[in-house]
């Protein structure tokens, strides 16, 4: 789930305009200065007194000068993905900073103490940085602390200073080493975002009900067997990724988050679809991939809202019906199930399909296939394969062409082409039934098996003669020269410019 849902850890978007460092002036507030491949930051930026927000992300910058104290007025500055190892001290004098990122820099960790000295520092990235231990100093002096992102670290644990991060909202703590869920978090109790995925968790404390304002928490990809009933208490989570987990089930208490939006539970064996999930009618997404599922309730049909359902690699042997009453269902995923081997009618009319799937061939069973009213322009030639197929009603749609082997479909005895802009075959001929439809597919078939016999002779005859490859030979024609052959004893003859015309 973690990678479709969107999460909050990225930067917030870049001002639009863009201010080449020729046009700067004495009241340039921002700069943007990233992908230039710098290997130094520029001069003419340490002397904008003004500047408020500098972006040199993705250059190659190895330091950062001690001029850099120069600017006074710096609120953000974003220089991630450089090859910076160590922090100057001046960087420590820069009082008004507020945004800071330096991930995916070679950083020596002895030199970011440096930065506890920002205490008005609210945004603090140190992504990819290898960091195995966060400095005590950092937690101790920086009180204004909105977001901490620490993702792809080495991290075993925080600094029990953690608990000073009192206006702490946002938490990155994804792709570290804990295997056990930092206890001083639940004292945090304005934090919103909590992201552990990827870790080595087996247990999340009961004291996570503590967390009142928690919105998003995310801990795939861990070991955890159960999820604490106090969960329930955190009435303000709208999002909750569990996927990838030990679970066999969820705790009813969750029943209680009536603002749930988004939730994953992929990778768990639950084998239902727990109870609870179906009172959640404000759900958006819904990940349920390799659950062990075998049927849906019948409640589920009141998730009305739902945007996106991942059902894929479980063991559906039958279409669900209640997804028929999803109605702003935008994407289902049902890959990877047992879904066809048996069905025998699928009626799909009076939507807005524009093409049906290649796995209908897969569907051994399948006799009554309704499309009527939908937008499709082509059927899918592995359609050819449902060789049980008895009824297909095709009425109202776009279709110009039918699949050139469909009359391989022996036992098919209806075929409804009404209402359709019909070119092969044409329009007159499908009226006429599907004895004159199949007659036409063969002749035309037949058609283009004597083209292709007449193109292979003509081929071998120019071969034999001598008169070039194949390939040149139409290579010739498409320019309108005339043939090897119109050319002997003849010399060439000097076009004259007819009279009016301009040479």
Aim: hydrophobic content about 35%; aromatic content about 6%.
């Amino acid at each position: 789930m973690s990678k479709h849902i969107l999460k909050s850890e990225e930067h917030s978007s870049k001002l639009p305009q863009r201010h080449d460092l020729q046009q700067a002036n004495d009241r340039t507030f921002f700069i943007d200065a990233a992908n230039r491949n710098l290997i130094a930051i520029p001069p003419e930026i340490l002397a904008l007194k003004d500047l408020e927000e500098v972006h040199l992300e993705n250059n190659l910058i190895e330091e950062i000068p001690k001029n850099i104290q120069r600017l006074k007025n710096i609120k953000i500055l974003y220089l991630n993905k450089n090859n910076l190892e160590c922090l100057c001290p001046e960087l420590g004098n820069l009082g008004t900073l507020e945004g800071l990122d330096l991930s995916h820099n070679p950083l020596l960790a002895s030199s970011l103490p440096v930065i506890s000295y920002l205490q008005k520092l609210r945004e603090l990235r140190l992504y990819h940085i290898n960091l195995r231990e966060l400095p005590a100093v950092i937690c101790k002096r920086l009180h204004h602390l909105e977001l901490l992102g620490l993702t792809g670290n080495h991290l075993e644990s925080l600094p029990k200073e953690i608990v000073n991060h009192t206006k702490l909202r946002e938490i990155y703590l994804k792709q570290n080493q804990f295997q056990v869920f930092p206890q001083e978090l639940c004292v945090l109790y304005n934090l919103e975002i909590i992201d552990l995925d990827e870790n080595k968790l087996s247990a999340i404390p009961e004291e996570i009900g503590n967390l009142t304002r928690l919105c998003k928490f995310y801990v795939a990809y861990n070991n955890l067997p159960v999820v604490p009933d106090s969960l329930g208490q955190c009435g303000k989570m709208s999002v909750l990724d569990v996927s990838h987990n030990l679970l066999q089930s969820i705790p009813h208490t969750l029943g209680q988050l009536t603002e749930m939006t988004e939730i994953g539970l992929s990778g768990n064996y639950l084998e239902k679809v727990p109870r609870l999930i179906c009172k959640w009618t404000s759900l958006h997404l819904l990940y349920l991939q390799d659950t062990g599922l075998r049927s849906l309730r019948n409640s589920f049909k009141r998730l009305v809202n739902l945007h996106f359902l991942d059902l894929s690699q479980n063991h559906l042997e039958h279409f669900p019906p209640q997804i028929c009453m999803l109605k702003n269902l935008e994407i289902l995923a049902l890959d990877d199930n047992k879904i066809g081997q048996n069905l025998k009618e699928l009626y799909i009319e009076n939507n807005y399909l524009e093409c049906l799937p290649a796995s209908l061939g897969s569907m051994p069973n399948l006799e009554v296939l309704l499309c009527q009213h939908n937008l499709l322009r082509k059927l899918p030639d592995t359609i050819c394969q449902a060789q049980a197929l008895k009824e297909l009603w095709l009425d109202d749609n776009l279709l110009t062409h039918l699949p050139e082997n469909l009359d391989s479909l022996v036992n098919l005895k209806v075929l409804s082409l009404k209402d359709n802009p019909m070119e092969e075959p044409p329009i007159d001929m499908c009226a006429k039934g599907i004895e004159a439809i199949w007659s036409y597919l063969k002749e035309s078939r037949n058609r283009k098996r004597m083209a292709i016999k007449i193109q292979a002779w003509w081929r071998g005859t120019m071969v034999r003669k001598g008169l070039g490859r194949f390939g040149d030979l139409t290579k010739t024609r498409k320019k309108g020269k005339t043939s090897p052959k119109d050319k002997k004893g003849k010399k060439d003859a000097k076009a004259k410019p007819e009279k009016g015309n301009k040479k």
